[in-house]
Structure formats: C-alpha cells, structure tokens
C-alpha cells in the first residue's frame, strides 16, 4: 500500500513539513499525541510487518528519555518520592513522558518521509533552485553502488593476490584500508572521464530541459489546500495562546474550549491524512477486486 | 546581491530565530531552535556554492569525495564509531579548498544517513562535518607540512565533534541545556568519543600520504 507515494512531490513535501513543524514546535499533550499516533499508523501502513521489528528499540528509547527526565529535573511542586536525597517530581515525570512521546513521533515521521521522499522527488522538487547542489547530490547517490561494487572488486583482487586479512582489528582496519585507497585512484580517474563527457555533451550550456513523470492532477490541488488550512489552524491556535502548555511548576489543564477542540480536530485530521487515504485505496481496491 | 543573502542570514535570521524560539516556545524547545540555526549556517556555503559558475570537474569532484567518505562508513559499519569520514573530509579541504571540504562533510552527513537512518540529528553532523573541513581548509598550508599538527587537528576534531553531538543529545533530551545530564551524558560517551579521536588520528595519518599524493596528481594531470 503505497496510496501517498503517488501524491505530487510538492504536496507530499508541503504535508511532511506541517506535520514536523507543528510536532517539533508545539509542546502540547493532545498535538503530540496525536503527531504520534499518526505517525505510528503511517509507518505500519507503509512497513506492513516490516515495522514491528522496531518496536522494541522505540519502546527502550521511550523509556529511556521519559525515565531520565526526572532523574535530572528537579523541577515542579509535586514530590513523588525522594532519591538520593533530590525529590523525584510528577511534573518532571510527565514532562519526561510527553518529551519521549515528541521524540519518537518525529523520528517515526522522518522514517516515513524517507520512505515517500525518494530521492527523486527532493531532486525533482529542488532541481530548478539548488541545481548545482542537487546535481553533486544526485552524482553522489549514483556511486555509492557502484563504489560499492568496485569495492568487493578490488578486495578480490587483493584476495587473489595473496593479501589476506586476518582477524585481529589492525589487520582488518589494514585491510579496509588498502582496498579504500586503491578505490579512490580508481574513482578520482572515473570522475575526471565522466566530466570531460559531461563537457562534451554541452553541461552548463544554456536552454536545458528537464523531464520528469510527476504530473500536478486536481486532486493533489485539493489535497494540498486541505493540508494549508489544516496546518494553519494550530498555527493559528499558537497565534492565540490556546496550545500554550506548561508543566513547571504546576501541570496545566488541557483546555477544552471549542477553538481548543477545533485546534485538535484540525491537527489530528492531518496527522491521520495519509493513513485515511491508505485505507481508502485499500478499500477501494478491495471492492475492484470483489467485481471482478 | 547573493553575498548580501548570506551576510543577511548570519546577522539577521539566525539571531530571528533564536528570539522567536524564546519567546514564541515558553517550554524553551533549544533542541529545534538549535536545529533551524544548524541548517542556516549551512546555507551561506550552499548559495556561494550555487552562485559561482563552478565547472563540471569540480562537481564531479566533490561529488565523489562524497561518495567516498559515505562509503568508507560503510565499509567500516564493523567497528563502531571508527570512521574515516572526518579524516577524508580535512584531506579534501587541505587539497581542494575550505568550500569543497565544508560540502563533501556536509553533504556526507545527508547521504549516509540515508543508510544509517536520517532524523533531527541530521543538520548538526551536516554542519560538525562541514565546518571540521572548513577549517581544515583554513589551516591546509601548516597541515600539510606538520604530521603532529596534523594528528593534532584530527584529535581535537573528534573530541569536538563528540562534546557537540551531547550538546544536541541534551537539548533533545531535556528541551534545555541541563549541566548534570550534559557531564553524564559525557562521561558515558567518552568511549566513542576516545574511539572518535583516535580514528581520526589514524586515518589522517594512514591516508594523507597516499590519498594527498593521488589527489595532487590528479589535480596536475586533469589540471583543476
């Protein structure tokens, strides 16, 4: 199920920055929440059984930030018990819990943006402004394979010529060395050939165009002024102080004002966009399926 | 006009950002304000870049020392922490000059966290990376010509590079700058960032001769 991934690169960019920005910045239980839930849900409809093999690294991490918190902040009024002497706070507890759940929630969202970004898309949508960036960017991704490949190559070689490896750490390093610099010659000679081509075939001249399969359809229209009115809502909400939340000294109340529920609604209809719209299709491929 | 873009940057936008993180964000968020003001002191180098008429050579060029130092962390995944990345970074400073080696370290950091997992992280190594080979650039007279200067310069690098990362790794973890859990995180990092500087001691010294002798020949052969 990849529904997202055909989205226009400029709408699928656009949503990934809202959602980041507003989970990065905003220091609010019910966003973050959210942003996380959201984020979890994504990456299982993107990973499918793929993503449960990670659940115990984000769990350990989770514990990590949301225990350490209080062992370091001695913050807040409300003393749970004491150790060594410094009291261990509820504030310092929570705060801990909620820092925990923003940072996982963003590393899952970068996780998903790696997955829908390929490196396609950001070269497609940076090309025009950056493109002498983008270009060394691209060239870049290209030979790591292939540096790869002349790597394994040249260490056969090696291997073949007597030069082997032991298991000590010096050798090993030794080793890994030798076969690196014996690719650099290789690699620099290369680059020189595939300039002087890149030469030859007019690089830099003037009147140069591009292709790319991506094509802006209505939908990605609509869908790109839903996620602007969405992203703005929280901004606007930030704007009036209603996603103001502080924990030190006292925890605050979650407000639930009507502009506040809005506020919610708003940010939990964009972090949920993609997996609605993986269901979506799922559901509408599955009734394809049942006519036929 | 474009020099006027990244002077604007440094004395403007930065400090923006800073005042707007602290008033806007009363749970002081330091981490994501230090990420905005990582990623735009990266920037001024990325317009100087694209604003010059560089020629299809010096592309390609740092194209590929990128792909290089990209590569040598993978090929040394097995033994964590020690990597060659820093050290080809200052090597390509000292050869080619301070911009090439801020954007092979900075654009090393993006591409090789595309394999070992791209997250907030990403614009502080991608500007430790860049401005170790920036200044690696700077000093690339003296260090081409002293071995204990050199050495020097990679011990010291790592040290940095590691004190930074904890740095970011407090900000992320607390929202603030916390002394206490800044020393912890410190001291349990001192292992790495032992293994960071003795790396890149070894590799400066193991790969300067051969790699500055391949690079100079290039540079006289190709005529860059």
């Known amino acids: 199920m990849k529904a997202f991934a055909n989205i226009h690169p400029l709408v699928e960019m656009t949503y990934f920055m809202s959602v980041l920005i507003v989970s990065m910045f905003f220091s609010h239980p019910v966003l973050q929440t959210e942003a996380l839930i959201g984020g979890i849900l994504f990456c299982a409809a993107l990973q499918g059984k793929k993503a449960a093999r990670d659940i115990g690294f984000y769990l350990t991490l989770f514990l990590m930030v949301a225990v350490t918190n209080p062992l370091f902040s001695h913050n807040g009024v409300t003393p749970l018990f004491f150790l060594n002497g410094n009291p261990v706070t509820l504030e310092a507890v929570l705060y801990g819990v909620l820092l925990a759940v923003t940072v996982i929630g963003v590393l899952l969202w970068c996780k998903a943006y790696g997955e829908i970004m390929t490196s396609d898309k950001f070269l497609y949508l940076f090309g025009k402004a950056i493109p002498k960036l983008s270009l060394v960017l691209s060239m870049a991704l290209r030979f790591i394979p292939a540096y790869l490949r002349q790597s394994r190559r040249v260490s056969r070689a090696q291997k073949a010529m007597g030069l082997y490896s032991g298991k000590s750490i010096t050798d090993r390093v030794k080793n890994q060395a030798r076969v690196f610099i014996a690719m650099i010659s290789w690699s620099l000679e290369n680059a020189m050939e595939t300039s002087a081509s890149m030469k030859a075939r007019g690089y830099g001249k003037k009147g140069r165009t591009n292709f790319s399969l991506f094509r802006f359809y209505a939908s990605d229209g609509v869908l790109l002024c839903l996620c602007l009115l969405l992203f703005m809502i929280p901004i606007m909400g930030a704007a009036c102080g209603i996603t103001r939340f502080t924990f030190y000294p006292r925890v605050d109340k979650i407000e639930t004002t009507p502009a506040a529920i809005v506020v919610y609604a708003a940010f939990g209809m964009l972090a949920l966009l993609p997996f609605i719209l993986e269901v979506k299709e799922a559901i509408v491929w599955n009734c394809y399926r049942s006519k036929i | ?224």
């Open chain 2, 1 to 224: 006009m474009k020099k006027w873009i990244s002077y604007g940057i440094f004395c403007l936008l930065i400090p923006a950002v800073v005042i707007c993180g602290t008033v806007l964000f009363p749970a002081k968020r330091y981490a994501w304000v230090s990420l905005c003001v990582a990623l735009l002191s990266c920037l001024p180098v990325f317009l100087q870049f694209e604003r010059k008429s560089v020629d299809a050579k010096r592309l390609i060029l740092i194209a590929s020392m990128t792909a290089l130092s990209v590569l040598g962390r993978i090929l040394f995944t097995p033994i964590p922490a020690f990597k060659p990345v820093t050290a080809l970074v200052v090597i390509t400073s000292m050869y080619f000059g301070s911009e090439a080696g801020f954007l092979t370290g900075s654009l090393s950091a993006v591409i090789s966290n595309f394999w070992f997992g791209q997250g907030p992280w990403t614009p502080f190594q991608m500007f430790g990376w860049g401005i170790l080979g920036f200044i690696g650039g700077l000093l690339a007279k003296r260090l081409k010509h002293s071995r204990i200067l050199l050495a020097l310069y990679g011990a010291i690098a790592g040290v940095l590079y590691s004190a930074a990362m904890d740095i970011w790794t407090v900000f992320w973890a607390d929202g603030a700058f916390n002394l206490s859990r800044y020393i912890a995180i410190l001291a349990s990092s001192l292992p790495f960032t032992a293994i960071y500087a003795v790396s890149n001691v070894i590799f400066l010294l193991l790969f300067c001769k051969p790699i500055g002798k391949i690079l100079e020949r290039v540079q006289i052969k190709y005529g860059l």
